[in-house]
């Protein structure tokens, strides 16, 4: 992205995030309301996903590892060090995260 693509897509996180934020209480939302947040989200759970070993020791033996995060609770905060996040989220999902099995 050059860098006046890179601050329109923060400009249009903030704005989603405010608007968001504005909303009365806890409210289930189509992602497709939210576009610039439905990418920043997805940009997390690939962060998320690719942080989760496909295996792990124990005791001198390796095992496989897959996590489904059935109910995943994310809050995505800016680097400016805010303490409030920009937007928090339940996402639900099936998806299995770590080593994939050939089956």
Known sequence: MTQAADEACRLAIEREAQDLRRSPGVSIS????????????????????ESIPATFEHEGATY??????WRLGV?????????????QSVVNSSAELGHQSDA
Do not use: H, K
């Open 75 to 87: 809050r995505v905060f800016g680097l400016s060090g805010d303490g409030e996040p920009l937007f």
């Open 30 to 49: 189509d992602a497709a309301e939210w576009p610039a947040l439905r990418d920043l989200l997805r940009s997390a759970r690939v962060a998320i996903a």
């Open 64 to 69: 496989r590892l897959t996590v489904i995060p």
